[in-house]
T-cell receptor
Framework: DTGVSQDPRHKITKRGQNVTFRCDPI?????LYWYRQTLGQGPEFLTY????????KSRLLSDRFSAERPKGSFSTLEIQRTEQGDSAMYLC?????????????FGPGTRLTVT | GDSVTQMEGPVTLSEEAFLTINCTYT??????LFWYVQYPGEGLQLLLK?????DKGSNKGFEATYRKETTSFHLEKGSVQVSDSAVYFC???????????????FGQGTILTVHP
């Protein structure tokens, strides 16, 4: 396994701009999760994909946020019209839906700073 | 909804001291419980887990026991090392019939610093 990768690792943007993050899960993992982590807090769930289907979204995911996983492999998270409150670490995790290990493997995260 | 509460931090210990980080949870159904660790500059890593009541998870000298009667999953280590300095997160995954099936609900994290 090469692990979960995320790109970019850091993003600085001005308020009002759109940003897009990419997550590449471990290759055989069909389940993919996005979380957001603000300073001094634990990660908070944003959304979940099983293959290409988005099955669950948090109330934290406002209309400005959209996530896709078009071919059931990599995923993108887009934030439109960014606000300063969007500044956070965005984490992606994946797991194998087979078996009952339940372990989610996390990527290194994308740190977003909105100025 | 599901929630996880960790003891307030930060925690500062001397090398070889005993560590306890308290974690309690609220969940419907039969959750699985986890401890994740985040070393400086690195991503979240699973430290240990327990999937049913009375299970004990263990790894790298750390232990935690799933106590359903007290809804707790306290992390312990008998003798900490400087290399254990990190942020520790308690988390739960809701079981079937719960409200957070599939996703993880995290506590706020506890910063541990171990001095030589």
């Amino acid at each position: 396994d090469t692990g979960v990768s995320q790109d970019p690792r850091h993003k600085i943007t001005k308020r009002g701009q759109n940003v897009t993050f990419r997550c590449d899960p471990i290759s055989e993992h069909n389940r993919l999760y996005w979380y957001r982590q603000t300073l001094g807090q634990g990660p908070e769930f944003l959304t979940y994909f099983q293959n290409e289907a988005q099955l669950e979204k948090s109330r934290l995911l406002s209309d400005r946020f959209s996530a896709e996983r078009p071919k059931g492999s990599f995923s993108t998270l887009e934030i439109q019209r960014t606000e300063q409150g969007d500044s956070a670490m965005y984490l992606c995790a994946s797991r194998n839906g087979q078996g009952k290990t339940y372990e989610q493997y996390f990527g290194p995260g994308t740190r977003l700073t909105v100025t | 909804g599901d929630s996880v509460t960790q003891m307030e931090g930060p925690v500062t210990l001397s090398e070889e001291a005993f560590l306890t980080i308290n974690c309690t949870y609220t969940a419907t159904g039969y959750p699985s419980l986890f401890w994740y660790v985040q070393y400086p500059g690195e991503g979240l890593q699973l430290l240990l887990k327990a999937t049913k009541a009375d299970d004990k998870g263990s790894n790298k000298g750390f232990e935690a026991t799933y106590r359903k009667e007290t809804t707790s999953f306290h992390l312990e280590k008998g003798s900490v090392q400087v290399s254990d300095s990190a942020v520790y997160f308690c988390a739960l995954r809701g079981g079937a019939g719960g409200t957070s099936y599939g996703k993880l609900t995290f506590g706020q994290g506890t910063i541990l610093t171990v001095h030589p």
